[in-house]
């Protein structure tokens, strides 16, 4: 099992920044990705962010330039720096961990956390 503690979300004007935390810990050992994903209400949840194990960091058109992801191995966190926020960013934030299980992957989940860009 893993767990996923979330932080950092809140209240910015558009423009603005936060940075989103994420710590992991459990079976840390096998994860092979982290990264982020979005959900507005009555939407699919959205990829954001995700870097894997060997540093691979892929993100979504929609935040390229503006939204960068990272990884500290050594305190098992992955961060999202999240600059130029526009309204359309405001969403719910959700941590993602990716751990493999021999021939499957298994994914988890944080609590989510809320981000929210005035206008």
């Known amino acids: 099992q893993v767990q996923l503690v979330e932080s950092g979300g809140g209240l910015v004007q558009a423009g603005g920044s936060l940075r989103l935390s994420c710590a992991a810990s459990g079976s840390i050992f096998s994860i092979n990705a982290m990264g982020w994903y979005r959900q507005t209400p009555g939407k699919q949840r959205e990829l954001v962010a995700l870097?894997?194990?060997?540093?691979?960091?892929n993100d979504a058109d929609s935040v390229k330039g503006r939204f960068t992801i990272s990884r500290d191995s050594a305190k098992n966190t992955v961060y999202l720096q999240m600059n130029s926020l526009k309204p359309e960013d405001t969403a719910v934030y959700y941590c993602y961990a990716r751990r493999n299980a021999g021939s499957f992957n298994v994914a988890y989940w944080g609590q989510g956390t809320q981000v929210t860009v005035s206008s």
């Open positions: 870097v894997t194990s060997d540093g691979t960091a």
